[in-house]
């Protein structure tokens, strides 16, 4: 897969390391160094405005996130600018195994021979965009949200066991918003949409809101924790 260049920093995906300048966000210039981003999605997010988009960042800033069928969107972040980032301290929070070979599950990857050098995050980020590569892309099976678990994993971020679930549970709690409008961005079209339901659609629209974002957030628990086949990491 071809990968646009910009003028300051090359971009991985198949081979090569970066060296960052610094580890300072610009959200003018959408560099969030060794971070989870977020962003809101259509019409989902205007229903149930904690559900979106999401990805992971290099350590140069650029953001990969998993974009369709067989491609891993890169410094072009699918659904717009960033909204909420977590950064990551790679010193403290994570633990990336020499040789990540195997993927088991939530619990750990194992690694073939402990006397090779550490990866880095980049590295670590370039086995679960070339593994993504690879992937068909569903919105209820293997979205943006299994594609940076998958990293976490890779990366032994808080020891690892990230899905879907809890993914989106760290993002809603502790996630840092970029700025007010970006807040303004990501809930004003909600309140609007609710607004609009209540005043034509009264209780009919309540119960169908709650319906919805029941049965949505149901299949996540479900298939994350009683059907782990279902949803992919």
């Not at 970006?182 to 009919?204: D, E, H, N, Q, W």
Request: aromatic share 14%.
């Amino acid at each position: 897969m071809e990968e646009h260049v910009d003028s300051d920093h090359q971009l991985m995906v198949e081979g090569g390391l970066t060296f960052p300048r610094s580890m300072q966000i610009d959200p003018r210039r959408e560099r969030f160094p060794c971070c989870i981003v977020w962003t809101p999605l259509p019409v989902l997010s205007w229903l149930v405005p904690f559900i979106g988009h999401v990805g992971i960042c290099r350590e140069d800033g650029v953001i990969l996130d998993f974009a369709g069928p067989n491609f891993v969107c890169v410094d072009n972040f699918t659904f717009g600018a960033v909204a909420r980032y977590i950064q990551i301290n790679i010193d403290k929070e994570c633990c990336i195994s020499p040789h990540p070979s195997a993927f088991k599950g939530e619990q750990e990857y194992q690694h073939d021979d402990p006397r090779r050098e550490r990866l880095t995050w980049d590295d670590t980020l370039r086995k679960s965009t070339q593994e993504f590569q690879h992937r068909s892309y569903s919105l209820f099976t293997c979205n943006c949200h299994s594609f940076v678990a998958n990293n976490l994993n890779r990366l032994g971020f808080r020891s690892g066991g990230w899905n879907v679930v809890n993914l989106a549970v760290l993002i809603f709690l502790k996630g840092c918003w970029v700025s007010k409008t970006a807040f303004l961005r990501s809930f004003l079209p909600f309140v609007i949409v609710s607004g609009l339901g209540l005043a034509f659609g009264g209780t009919t629209y309540l119960t169908f809101l709650a319906l919805f974002a029941f049965l949505l957030v149901g299949w996540f628990l479900l298939g994350t924790y009683c059907f782990k086949s279902l949803i992919h990491l």
